[in-house]
Each structure stands twice: as structure tokens, then as C-alpha cells.
Nanobody, 124 residues
Framework: VQLQASGGGLVQNGGSLRLACEASGLTFSSYNMGWFRQAPGKEREFVAA????????RYAEDVTGRFTISRDNAKNTVYLQMSSLKPEDTAVYYC??????????????????WGQGTLVTVSS
């Protein structure tokens, strides 16, 4: 299984970025997907998650209204559209896949597969 994240970079305060995570080696449409992030010196934290069909999403409180998660099962890809970015959004962003499909989960330990991460830096 491979989860290849891309789209990170340097952006100014208030700017936008779209991250993408392409999955291979698994039946993508059978997995709920999530985005997490880890800032320097901090623990990895939940950002957003989406169910298999894309009909249910969940967000961390501090990104609600600014970030949007979506997926394209035909392309085996999950996206994270980030707007109104703030310096505190600076982190390495990771995508993850889980077979836990009872609900959309924010719990790190329920995710089975992880991507390598893509760095997002928001300048002030």
C-alpha cells in the first residue's frame, strides 16, 4: 500500500493550497480517509476525514470553515483544500487510510496506512 501526498509548499498568511493524496495497492473506495498534521515539537493531530462515498466528512474545530476534504474514487485520490491559511497551520500534513468504516474517525490509532507527508509552511 502506498499513499503519496503532494501539493505542499510555502504560502503567505491568508493564502490557499490544495493537497492531494493518491493511493495505490488497496481498494481505495473501501477505505475511509483522513488528513493529519504534525507541527515541529508537537504531536500529530487530526485535521479532517471523509467516508468511503464522500458523503460524510469531519473536521477539527480549528480548520472548520477553512478546509475542505473531498475524494475522487475513480482517481484513488483524496484532497484537502486549505483556505485562509494561518502561520499556525504550518506542519507536515499526512494522509491516512482506515478500514474502520463504522463512522468517520479522528483517532490516529484507528488508521492503518499512512503517507509520507507533505510540508506546508505559512509565512506571516
Amino acid at each position: 500500500v502506498q499513499l503519496q501526498a503532494s501539493g505542499g509548499g510555502l504560502v503567505q498568511n491568508g493564502g490557499s493550497l490544495r493537497l492531494a493524496c493518491e493511493a495505490s495497492g488497496l481498494t481505495f473506495s473501501s477505505y475511509n480517509m483522513g488528513w493529519f498534521r504534525q507541527a515541529p515539537g508537537k504531536e500529530r493531530e487530526f485535521v479532517a476525514a471523509i467516508n468511503r462515498s464522500g458523503g460524510t466528512t469531519r473536521y477539527a474545530e480549528d480548520v472548520t470553515g477553512r478546509f475542505t476534504i473531498s475524494r475522487d474514487n475513480a482517481k484513488n485520490t483524496v484532497y484537502l483544500q486549505m483556505s485562509s491559511l494561518k502561520p499556525e497551520d504550518t506542519a507536515v500534513y499526512y494522509c491516512a487510510a482506515t478500514v474502520f468504516i463504522v463512522r468517520v474517525t479522528s483517532t490516529t490509532t484507528t488508521y492503518n496506512f499512512w503517507g509520507q507527508g507533505t510540508l506546508v509552511t505559512v509565512s506571516s
